[in-house]
């Protein structure tokens, strides 16, 4: 088999590969919706990949893993590599997860980061009611994730949060040491939702980038009697091009509170650190950043023999996203908790997409399917109407 052609289009907001094969079968990939930007990124490797026989997933991966970096730059190679798999499954009659070793469950449980309702305001009330909202979800899940202090709008909303410069939107350009006022209200806001979700409901928090190392310990030795279930990207993350593991290292030795890091994250290399100097507790690279979901297994393994858990990112991955992340989940290590769970925006996503289970998530679960390759498939004519301008041999 021969890879013939590597096609990209953008269905909403979310760049969608194709992989072309001369034997009749595809292979397709989703990236993150906030880079619709990517096309012509990913139509970049083309020239690398053709003629080679995509089940030879890691040989063809060695000609273009170098050529890709952290998020949003290693989204086209990591798309590349779970469309090569679905070609690898397709070819073989098997699902993907047989490829990465077969699976450790029968179905994944999944955390929400994606399903959200909007906000009537800021104050600690406002975080219960939402919360309260987000706990009756029928995902029924048994994790809740919600953005606090820098990866939220508190900086913008609460008076004088920190002493910095609050900015609104844009990529959490927000830094800087909080005000005793800004913390007890994140602290405060924090105990509201825990109120709501008592020891029901697990709560996450995404807190970054942008904290101080002494605020990054004052809030997680504050909230250690809450029990949540970690701190996320307290000091890097998002589009953060960097590790800083020793100073993480130094926020994680001095709390009980997990900490969690790694979504911006592309390749193994870089998250040694990370893993063996025990630097975090949890880490949570997105297989459609850190190269793929062979790539995102290797990392869990390695996590795993240094007593690190692993949450998969995923909330703008998209419903053939969703489909890899079931895929790999499935396969990976008993240090795997979680992954965030993508929707698919706008509603039509659901339309053009089969295989998908109905409903997807039952009690925070996913059964994991047995269909070859990924197990989804484009509805060809139903996505067809929302192909782009240009992009009408996108299915051809
Ligand atoms: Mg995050």
Same mark, same amino acid.
């Given at each position: *088999?021969?890879?013939?052609?590597?096609?990209?289009?953008?269905?909403?907001?979310?760049?969608?590969?194709?992989?072309?094969?001369?034997?009749?079968?595809?292979?397709?990939?989703?990236?993150?919706?906030?880079?619709?930007?990517?096309?012509?990124?990913?139509?970049?490797?083309?020239?690398?990949?053709?003629?080679?026989?995509?089940?030879?997933?890691?040989?063809? *991966?060695?000609?273009?893993?170098?050529?890709?970096?952290?998020?949003?730059?290693?989204?086209?190679?990591?798309?590349?590599?779970?469309?090569?798999?679905?070609?690898?499954?397709?070819?073989?009659?098997?699902?993907?997860?047989?490829?990465?070793?077969?699976?450790?469950?029968?179905?994944?449980?999944?955390?929400?980061?994606?399903?959200?309702?909007? *906000?009537?305001?800021?104050?600690?009330?406002?975080?219960?009611?939402?919360?309260?909202?987000?706990?009756?979800?029928?995902?029924?899940?048994?994790?809740?994730?919600?953005?606090?202090?820098?990866?939220?709008?508190?900086?913008?909303q609460f008076p004088n949060f920190?002493?910095?410069?609050a900015?609104?939107?844009?990529?959490?350009?927000?830094?800087?040491?909080?005000t005793?006022r800004g913390?007890?209200?994140?602290?405060?806001?924090?105990?509201?939702?825990?109120?709501?979700?008592?020891?029901?409901?697990?709560?996450?928090?995404?807190?970054?980038?942008?904290?101080?190392?002494?605020?990054?310990?004052?809030?997680?030795?504050?909230?250690?009697?809450?029990?949540?279930?970690?701190?996320?990207?307290?000091?890097?993350?998002?589009?953060?091009?960097?590790?800083?593991?020793?100073?993480?290292?130094?926020?994680?030795?001095?709390?009980?509170?997990?900490?969690?890091?790694?979504?911006? @994250?592309?390749?193994?290399?870089?998250?040694?650190?990370?893993?063996?100097?025990?630097?975090?507790?949890? @880490?949570?690279?997105?297989?459609?950043?850190?190269?793929?979901?062979?790539?995102?297994?290797?990392?869990?393994?390695?996590?795993?023999?240094?007593?690190?858990?692993?949450?998969?990112?995923?909330?703008?991955?998209?419903?053939?996203?969703?489909?890899?992340?079931?895929?790999?989940?499935?396969?990976?290590?008993?240090?795997?908790?979680?992954?965030?769970?993508?929707?698919?925006?706008?509603?039509?996503?659901?339309?053009?997409?089969?295989?998908?289970?109905?409903?997807?998530?039952?009690?925070?679960?996913?059964?994991?399917?047995?269909?070859?390759? *990924?197990?989804?498939?484009?509805?060809?004519?139903?996505?067809?109407?929302?192909?782009?301008?240009?992009?009408?041999?996108?299915?051809?």
């Amino acid at each position: *088999m021969k890879i013939t052609d590597l096609k990209c289009t953008v269905f909403g907001q979310n760049p969608v590969v194709r992989i072309v094969t001369d034997e009749g079968i595809s292979g397709y990939a989703e990236v993150e919706a906030s880079k619709h930007y990517l096309k012509p990124h990913i139509l970049f490797y083309k020239p690398f990949i053709l003629g080679e026989d995509p089940t030879n997933v890691e040989r063809v *991966m060695l000609k273009i893993r170098r050529l890709g970096s952290f998020k949003p730059w290693g989204s086209a190679v990591s798309a590349i590599e779970m469309a090569l798999w679905d070609i690898a499954g397709k070819a073989a009659g098997l699902p993907v997860y047989k490829l990465l070793g077969g699976k450790v469950r029968d179905r994944v449980r999944v955390y929400n980061g994606a399903v959200r309702f909007e *906000m009537s305001g800021y104050a600690p009330q406002d975080y219960a009611e939402n919360m309260a909202r987000m706990k009756a979800a029928r995902e029924g899940f048994s994790i809740i994730k919600q953005g606090i202090g820098f990866h939220s709008s508190m900086p913008a909303q609460f008076p004088n949060f920190s002493y910095g410069e609050a900015r609104e939107g844009g990529f959490h350009a927000n830094r800087g040491l909080l005000t005793e006022r800004g913390l007890k209200y994140v602290i405060a806001c924090v105990e509201a939702m825990k109120e709501v979700l008592g020891d029901e409901v697990g709560l996450a928090l995404d807190c970054g980038p942008g904290w101080t190392v002494p605020d990054a310990i004052r809030l997680a030795k504050a909230l250690e009697p809450l029990n949540v279930m970690w701190l996320e990207d307290l000091l890097t993350g998002d589009y953060v091009p960097y590790v800083s593991a020793g100073v993480y290292r130094e926020v994680t030795r001095s709390t009980s509170t997990p900490i969690h890091t790694g979504e911006q @994250i592309y390749l193994r290399q870089n998250f040694m650190e990370l893993i063996e100097q025990q630097a975090v507790n949890i @880490i949570g690279p997105d297989p459609c950043d850190v190269g793929g979901i062979a790539e995102l297994k290797w990392i869990a393994e390695y996590a795993d023999l240094h007593g690190i858990l692993v949450a998969p990112h995923g909330t703008g991955d998209g419903l053939i996203g969703l489909a890899a992340l079931v895929q790999m989940s499935a396969a990976l290590p008993q240090n795997y908790i979680a992954f965030e769970y993508p929707v698919g925006r706008p509603a039509w996503w659901y339309d053009i997409v089969r295989g998908l289970p109905d409903p997807i998530v039952v009690d925070s679960f996913i059964e994991v399917w047995d269909r070859p390759g *990924m197990g989804v498939e484009f509805d060809e004519r139903a996505a067809s109407k929302y192909l782009p301008e240009g992009d009408g041999d996108f299915f051809d």
